[in-house]
């Protein structure tokens, strides 16, 4: 795969305008986007369609978190609206995992379309060991929280996972080397780390094993966003 490929951009824009501006710059340069809550919850699903129209590739990064029957509507509603990929809340246990699962493969099945990848949200990367202790209550450390939500996934029969680059290897160790690991907190070497805590260069992520990276700020709040991303792009490259 090639690097442009593994790139997805994090669109946490206010606008569905701010966000078509950054896919006309950025569509040559990126393999996916990411549509959040953010931007999801401003424009709506015209966000994902807008992003389909220029025939770019989307991520419905909405964390999908409920009982299993909602989840499993909202993911058939994503399904619908031709997302590339989605994700859900692995503290929301395995039914509800499993749920989600069904509901995407049947979906796809239903419309005769590709099945989305579906991967589960671990701990996010904004905590450390201090606040996933002392505020989230969960008392082990982060790479074995983080392992035992990822082989949850899998078992519930998820494509992969969100983590943070520390914990790469832990989950190819422990799920194997098909399973999907996209991975935020990426900061090219001297940029502002914003609000996340567990981060990596692209090419460090890469070098662990990560799937796709998601990059937000470092290209989106660029100068040049284009040439942020084709400098990232080629960052990559040598790696891969």
């Known amino acids: 795969m090639p690097a442009r490929d593994k790139i997805i951009v994090a669109l946490d824009v206010a606008s569905l305008a701010a966000g078509e501006t950054l896919v006309d710059q950025l ?16 424009a709506g699903p015209a966000a994902i ?11 419905a990064d909405l964390k999908l978190h409920d009982i299993p029957n909602t989840v499993a ?13 989605l994700n859900v809340h692995a503290a929301g246990g395995r039914n509800m995992m499993e749920a989600a699962a069904a509901a995407v493969r049947e979906e796809a099945a239903a419309l005769g379309c590709q099945v989305p ?3 589960a949200v671990t701990v996010l990367t904004s905590l450390d060991r201090k606040a996933l202790q002392e505020e989230v209550g969960i008392e082990r450390e ?4 983080v ?27 422990a799920c194997g080397p098909e399973f999907l690991i996209v991975t935020p907190g990426v900061r090219p070497a001297g940029a502002d780390r914003g609000d996340q805590r567990r981060v990596m260069t692209p090419a460090a992520a890469l070098q662990e094993g990560a799937s796709y990276l998601v990059i937000g700020r470092p290209i989106t709040a660029a100068p040049d966003p284009a040439a942020a991303a084709r400098a990232i792009g080629e960052e990559m490259e040598g790696v891969i």
């Open 27 to 42: 569509f040559p340069y990126v393999g996916m986007f990411k549509v959040g809550l953010e931007f999801y919850t401003t």
């Open 49 to 59: 369609r807008m992003i389909k129209e220029r025939g770019g590739k989307v991520f």
């Open 73 to 85: 509507g909202a993911a058939r509603a994503l399904v619908r609206l031709g997302v590339d990929m």
């Open 117 to 119: 990848a579906l991967i």
């Open 142 to 145: 982060v790479e074995d929280q």
């Open 147 to 173: 392992v035992r939500w990822a082989r949850l996934a899998k078992e519930a029969g998820l494509d992969g996972v969100v983590a943070s680059p520390r914990e790469i290897r832990a989950i190819r160790e």
